[in-house]
């Protein structure tokens, strides 16, 4: 009906019945790594923190047991400066731009951009 073999058709049944035991392991090594990292850590991340523990496998092998898990790695935002709203006028300016002093360690001034 399908043009599928009898053998074809009883070898996928089989296939299905039988969980893959190194596929499942690799699943939970990939997991407890991503939540070590906070979920932070992504496919190539999760490879090179595999590969020093002495696991031979490719990334895209991580890449999809991430994917079957729905494993999304998240990534701190950039960082956001804080802008002064207002300008602080309280702040003497004892300097007065005048920077010849008479001798060494009389006035210090600093850049805070």
């Known amino acids: 009906m399908f043009d599928v073999t ?3 058709f009883y070898a996928q049944r089989l296939r299905r019945r039988t969980p893959d035991i190194e596929r499942l392991r690799l699943r939970s090594r990939v997991s407890k790594l991503f939540t070590q990292s906070h979920s932070a850590a992504g496919s190539h991340s999760i490879l090179s923190m595999m590969r020093e523990d002495g696991e031979q496998l490719g990334w895209l092998k991580v890449h999809s047991s ?4 729905e494993l999304v790695s998240k990534q701190p935002g950039p960082h956001a400066d804080k802008r002064a709203t207002v300008e602080r006028l309280n702040i003497p300016n004892t300097l007065n731009r005048e920077f010849d002093v008479p001798a060494p360690n009389q006035v210090w001034c600093g850049d805070i951009s």
């Open 6 to 8: 009898r053998s074809c």
């Open 66 to 69: 991430m994917r079957e898990l």
